[in-house]
T-cell receptor, first 116, second 114 residues
Framework: AQKITQTQPGMFVQEKEAVTLDCTYD???????LFWYKQPSSGEMIFLIY????DQQNATEGRYSLNFQKARKSANLVISASQLGDSAMYFC?????????????WGAGTKLIIKP | DSGVTQTPKHLITATGQRVTLRCSPR?????VYWYQQSLDQGLQFLIQ???????AKGNILERFSAQQFPDLHSELNLSSLELGDSALYFC?????????????FGSGTRLTVV
């Protein structure tokens, strides 16, 4: 079963509009972390934002915020006031807790294209 | 520059050959992770090292091996290469086991097997 599901393979958004990228996850571990990464066409993986399972407030980092709905196992990324430079692949990833299990499990990604 | 250095950036080699990918983690990071990104499999975790010791193994083929050296740099060895091994190989590092600061990724090594 998929542990990280990103249901939007691609999205087109007008510049300056807000955009929400969906991510749902599946875990029975009470301790986990959720990450969003951006991968531009150049290929590098850029860390955007993190949400811990015990965090009481939704994470925010500049124009990025994470809409964390724990009961629904949802961790959507919201980008406010989108810019042309936001065009990229976006990946949601999860780290489950445990003594040695700290690798990331990845979603399939969403390709975001910002239109001028 | 993320602080994680991967070399080479591009590699083209023939089937059956062996290659070594190198990663220098960000200064102060003790954990190194290797990931493979391919068109059909997406991003997959291969292996993790912490301070020189193997800590976790993912979907790493037996033809692949890795190690982390005393200076904390890591090498991923890929042998008996097949066309399907063509992918972008990422190295990532973290201070401990990953948390609010995330994992810092290198720019990747793009391997093409012909």
């Amino acid at each position: 079963a998929q542990k990280i599901t990103q249901t939007q393979p691609g999205m087109f958004v007008q510049e300056k509009e807000a955009v929400t990228l969906d991510c749902t996850y599946d875990t029975s571990d009470p301790s986990y972390g959720l990450f969003w990464y951006k991968q531009p066409s150049s290929g590098e993986m850029i860390f955007l934002i993190y949400q811990g399972s015990y965090d009481q407030q939704n994470a925010t980092e500049g124009r990025y915020s994470l809409n964390f709905q724990k009961a629904r196992k949802s961790a959507n990324l919201v980008i406010s006031a989108s810019q042309l430079g936001d065009s990229a692949m976006y990946f949601c990833a999860m780290r489950e807790g445990g003594d040695s299990n700290y690798q990331l499990i990845w979603g399939a990604g969403t390709k975001l294209i910002i239109k001028p | 520059d993320s602080g994680v250095t991967q070399t080479p950036k591009h590699l083209i080699t023939a089937t059956g050959q062996r290659v070594t990918l190198r990663c220098s983690p960000r200064s102060g990071d003790l954990s190194v992770y290797w990931y493979q990104q391919s068109l059909d499999q997406g991003l997959q975790f291969l292996i993790q090292y912490y301070n020189g010791e193997e800590r976790a193994k993912g979907n790493i083929l037996e033809r692949f091996s890795a190690q982390q050296f005393p200076d904390l740099h890591s090498e991923l060895n890929l042998s008996s290469l097949e066309l399907g091994d063509s992918a972008l190989y990422f190295c990532a590092s973290s201070v401990g086991f990953g948390g609010p600061d995330g994992y810092t990724f290198g720019s990747g090594t793009r391997l093409t097997v012909v």
